[in-house]
């Protein structure tokens, strides 16, 4: 197996969590995690802060792939906005380094870490603390972003497969 190293984000315009966890088959490692707090006042400006965070991040940490969550609307779509926003100044900077980036659903992150897609805040972040062997729970922005990148860590090795499988049945076909 290689090892991947998979930075998680959880996006938002005030603040943004980053968490980065080491692959090895289905073995994770805690890496670093923490929160990119964004004090401008004008959303232009926390863009550029969330983009420049996250590209330091990159920079320095060097990770192969990038998990970040799925935009919902609950009631307020301007907050949505802002989030698909927050979202985009990080997808951006990841893109333009060459880092694949999948997203998740909130119930598929609950799902991968908790083993029920309905799972309180609370579990996720025990379990998070639990997979990763931390001594405590991590803040809750970059608690959710490692919940994150240990959905994609879980979830990309069945996806492999089933690309594997995927592609072998083509091939079989068109011999």
Do not use: W
């Not at 969590?17 to 923490?34: E, F, L, P, R």
């Not at 799972?119 to 970059?142: F, G, R, S, T, Y």
């Amino acid at each position: 197996m290689t090892r991947i190293r998979i930075l998680g984000i959880d996006p938002g315009s005030l603040i943004t969590g980053y968490g980065i966890i080491d692959m090895d088959g289905n073995h994770a490692v805690h890496v670093t995690h923490g929160a990119i707090r964004v004090e401008a006042k004008a959303l232009p400006d926390k863009l550029r802060i969330i983009f420049e965070e996250i590209t330091a991040i990159l920079e320095q940490y060097n990770p192969d792939e990038m998990s970040i969550e799925q935009v919902f609307m609950h009631r307020n779509a301007d907050s949505a906005l802002k989030l698909g926003q927050a979202r985009g100044s990080a997808i951006t900077a990841c893109t333009l380094k060459d880092i694949k980036v999948f997203e998740y659903t909130a119930n598929q992150v609950k799902q991968a870490t908790v083993g029920k897609g309905h799972a309180a805040k609370q579990q996720v972040q025990h379990m998070v603390k639990i997979l990763l062997c931390l001594n405590e729970i991590p803040q809750a922005d970059a608690g959710d972003a490692l919940a994150i990148a240990l959905c994609h860590g879980h979830s990309r090795e069945g996806l492999l497969r089933m690309a594997a499988g995927v592609s072998g049945v083509k091939r079989g076909r068109l011999q």
